[in-house]
């Protein structure tokens, strides 16, 4: 059982190139969260989703995009990279129980735009 | 929505002593508030939680309490130990907003031997 898996751990992009980093789940979790760590900052909330075809914008979302075909996949797509895009990314899934909604996180990736 | 703030940003302890992290709250309709805690180069993992209906919750050294009057809730670790050292993160959600919980910046321990 890996959890939540997240590909590339690292990446170097170019301003304005684009890319999409891959969040996977074997935990048949209903919802999944996309997060933005800056450095010496919390978890800053990008998009989520209840549920596949189901997604919706979190707190910092612009620049981003996200797709949710299926329950295990969730991944987030970068347009036109900037550097204020450079952090931490973090995928979670959690099993939707409202009352108690345990996120298990993956080991993040790295991204750096120069 | 809900405004998290956590504090003290960065706590440094001698091994042994007791360590607390508080946050507060804003929206009363949060009833959930996990506990997270970050390793270098992972990811935040859950360590404890606390629900709305229960002032206190002990496991083994760490410990939670809520005081949802003032909307404030802290973890509490005893005989603090140098792989406790990491970033610690509270968090609240409640029931209808899609299981989303808002982070508070986090707060690095560092426990010296």
């Known amino acids: 059982n890996a959890g939540v898996t997240q590909t590339p751990k690292f990446r170097i992009l170019k301003i304005g190139q684009s890319m999409t980093l891959q969040c996977t789940q074997d935990?048949?979790?209903?919802?999944m969260y996309w997060y933005r760590q800056d450095p010496g900052m919390g978890l800053k909330l990008i998009y989520y989703?209840?549920?596949?075809?189901?997604?919706d914008k979190g707190e910092v979302p612009n620049g981003y995009n996200v797709s949710r075909s299926t329950t295990e996949d969730f991944p987030l797509r970068l347009e036109l990279a900037a550097p204020s895009q450079t952090s931490v990314y973090f995928c979670?899934?959690?099993?939707?129980?409202?009352?108690?909604?345990?996120?298990?996180f993956g080991a993040g990736t790295r991204l750096s735009v120069l | 929505g809900e405004n998290v703030e956590q504090h003290p940003s960065t706590l440094s302890v001698q091994e042994g002593d007791s360590a607390v992290i508080k946050c507060t709250y804003s929206?009363?309709?949060?009833?959930?508030f996990p506990w997270y805690k970050q390793e270098l180069g992972k990811g935040p993992q859950l360590i404890i939680d606390i629900r709305s209906n229960v002032g206190e919750k002990k496991d083994q050294r760490i410990a939670v309490t809520l005081n949802k009057t003032a909307k404030h809730f802290s973890l509490h670790i005893t005989e603090t130990q140098p792989e406790d050292s990491a970033v610690y993160f509270c968090?609240?959600?409640?029931?209808?907003?899609?299981?989303?919980?808002?982070f508070g910046d986090g707060t690095t321990l560092t426990v010296k031997p």
């Open positions: 989703s209840v549920g596949a075809g189901i997604t």
């Open positions: 935990m048949n979790h209903n919802y």
């Open positions: 968090a609240a959600s409640g029931n209808t907003n899609a299981g989303k919980s808002t």
């Open positions: 979670a899934g959690a099993p939707g129980h409202l009352a108690k909604n345990i996120q298990y």
């Open positions: 929206d009363s309709a949060s009833n959930y």
